[in-house]
């Protein structure tokens, strides 16, 4: 089984940033992408940022292009979302996720494994 486990989320003020950690641990899975979402209270769950595994395509959510960067590390089976000059709309709990074949970067319905989330709070 594949654990999937994210770190690195915590309370800031705005303009600060963050770098969150995502870790997948167990057997080795093929993966095609990894991406980050989020959920605040009462929301549906939203994607931020997804990254192609093979060759690092990256996409990203709108509202975080030019402050948020997602990055991987094969070896590690790890991979990161930089998050900077954070705003008060930021405040999430974020998950990471990895899917293993075709689909949408953006929906969560393809995405084969999930982590628990870390807590996001940038308070005004």
């Known amino acids: 089984q594949v654990q999937v486990v994210e770190s690195g989320g915590g309370l800031v003020q705005a303009g600060d940033s963050l770098r969150l950690s995502c870790r997948a641990s167990?057997?080795?899975?093929?993966?095609?992408?990894l991406a980050w979402f989020r959920q605040a209270p009462g929301k549906e769950r939203e994607f931020v940022a997804a990254i192609s595994w093979s060759d690092g395509i990256t996409y990203y959510a709108d509202d975080v292009k030019g402050r948020f960067t997602i990055s991987r590390d094969t070896v590690r089976n790890a991979a990161y979302l930089q998050m900077n000059t954070l705003k008060s709309e930021d405040t999430a709990v974020y998950y990471c996720?990895?899917?293993?074949?075709?689909?949408?970067?953006?929906?969560?319905?393809?995405?084969?494994?999930w982590g628990q989330g870390t807590q996001v709070t940038v308070s005004s």
């Open positions: 167990g057997r080795t899975v093929s993966r095609n992408s």
């Open positions: 996720a990895f899917k293993t074949g075709s689909g949408s970067y953006y929906s969560t319905q393809p995405y084969d494994y």
